[in-house]
């Protein structure tokens, strides 16, 4: 296991996926990826990564699914919400729900880097 932690980063949109990809592999996380809620989840039968970023605007199960059935599966995992969406309401329902943080696209990569990092000190990873 990276000493920084695995970061699993969820999106259905190939360039932002490999773009978070790369910027948190630089920044020295063990990076894994899902296109899909579907994926997601499924990953998790293989392991448990130390945070989830999670875009909210999927097809097929959207991120508020994926949010509850991941908290239904392991409520340790922090979960940070992305999206392009700044509705408040659904930034509101994802706290509600267990999201740790919100973040929207295009990313403050600074502001994103001090949310992952913070929610992996409180959860005990870095």
Known sequence: MNARGCILIVDDEAEVVQVLSEY???????????????????????????????????????????????????????????????????????????AVGYVEKPFDFVALGRSVSGALARRGAT
């Open 24 to 98: 948190f592999t630089r920044q020295g996380y063990a990076v894994e990826t899902a296109p899909g809620g579907a994926e997601a989840l499924a990953s998790l039968g293989g392991g448990r990564p130390d945070l989830v970023l999670l875009d909210i605007n999927m097809p097929g199960i959207d991120g508020i699914e994926v949010l509850r059935r991941l908290h239904e599966i392991d409520g340790s995992i922090p979960v940070i919400m992305v999206t392009a969406n700044q509705e408040v309401a659904i930034a509101e329902e994802s706290l509600r729900l267990g």
